[in-house]
T-cell receptor, first 114, second 113 residues
């Protein structure tokens, strides 16, 4: 069974550019969530995709957008990059159950905005 | 809104010492509670979980009990090892609607030989 994978591992961009991060969910999982983890902080929820539709969003501006594909892999797109977007971006997959939500995380993509 | 508060770190211990990392939460309902661990340069790994009041989650010698009366989920281990050095995150997830994780700010644990 393959776990959650993310690409690329590291990325350096300049302010104003656009970036796309990719995530492959764990086998059998149809839900993908994205989190932003700034240095020294806990992860903050960006949004969640379920069966190719966004079904929940955190307090992030519209320049953060995403996609989920029929194979349940996902992309996170960030437009007009700002210095504060520098962070570790984590993807997590899950299969919603009736009792709790156990999410499995990938290793993350570290984005540096100069 | 829902939130998680963790004790600030770093927590510095000698090998074989007893560990407690405090975690309290605020939620409008009855969440599931989690402890995640993050080793240097890696993503998050689920350490343990509890889905209802009085449940005890345990894994790899770590334990935490879901206390509804004190809204707490403190992490404990009887004897830490150097390999336990990492950042520990307490988190909650509501069991209705779309299910997102709300994390605390993390507590860094440093264990010396």
């Amino acid at each position: 069974e393959t776990g959650v994978t993310q690409s690329p591992t590291h990325l350096i961009k300049t302010r104003g550019q656009q970036v796309t991060l990719r995530c492959s969910s764990q086998s059998g999982h149809n839900t993908v969530s994205w989190y932003q983890q700034a240095l020294g902080q806990g992860p903050q929820f960006i949004f969640q995709y379920y069966r190719e539709e966004e079904n929940g969003r955190g307090n992030f501006p519209p320049r953060f957008s995403g996609l989920q594909f029929p194979n349940y892999s996902s992309e996170l797109n960030v437009n007009a990059l700002e210095l504060d977007d520098s962070a570790l971006y984590l993807c997590a997959s899950s299969f919603p159950s009736s009792s709790y939500n156990e999410q499995f995380f990938g290793p993350g993509t570290r984005l540096t905005v100069l | 809104g829902d939130s998680v508060t963790q004790m600030e770190g770093p927590v510095t211990l000698s090998e074989e010492a007893f560990l407690t990392i405090n975690c309290t939460y605020t939620a409008t309902g009855y969440p599931s509670l989690f402890w995640y661990v993050q080793y240097p340069g890696e993503g998050l790994q689920l350490l343990l979980k509890a889905t209802k009041a009085d449940d005890k989650g345990s894994n790899k010698g770590f334990e935490a009990t879901y206390r509804k009366e004190t809204t707490s989920f403190h992490l404990e281990k009887g004897s830490v090892q150097v390999s336990d050095s990492a950042v520990y995150f307490c988190a909650l997830s509501m069991n209705t609607g779309f299910q997102k994780l709300v994390f605390g700010t993390g507590t860094r644990l440093l264990v010396s030989p």
